[in-house]
């Protein structure tokens, strides 16, 4: 089954953070008063051997894997994630002096 966008607007957020220590990067899609986003897309990368990839929607972590030191994670959902209406919804990586955090999808 091909699930492709018919409406809405589409996003794409990318964040690469670089510091001395502790570097990780969030992606966000605002809140929106009576907006849902749909998540369809997330990659990421990061330096540390325990990164994990986290995709939460408000405080709800909808989903989670453990990336490691990877140079480019990817993962494209065959259905798409529903964040809650009104809520922000955030992907994080973490990692120690690098870390990529990308998401992609649509509100309606």
């Not at 009104?86 to 509100?107: E, F, K, P």
């Amino acid at each position: 089954m091909d699930i492709k966008q018919t409406s809405g607007s589409a996003f794409v957020v990318s964040l690469t953070s670089a510091a001395a220590t502790g570097a990780a990067a969030t992606a966000i899609i605002t809140a929106a008063s009576g907006i849902k986003h749909y998540i369809t897309d997330i990659s990421g990368g990061s330096d540390t051997s325990t990164a994990t990839l986290t995709v939460q929607t408000g405080s709800t972590v909808l989903w989670q894997i453990r990336i490691g030191n990877t140079a480019g994670f990817s993962h494209s959902f065959t259905q798409p994630f529903l964040g809650l209406v009104g809520t922000t919804v955030i992907v994080t990586v973490d990692g120690n002096t690098m870390a990529r955090a990308n998401i992609a999808g649509y509100s309606l």
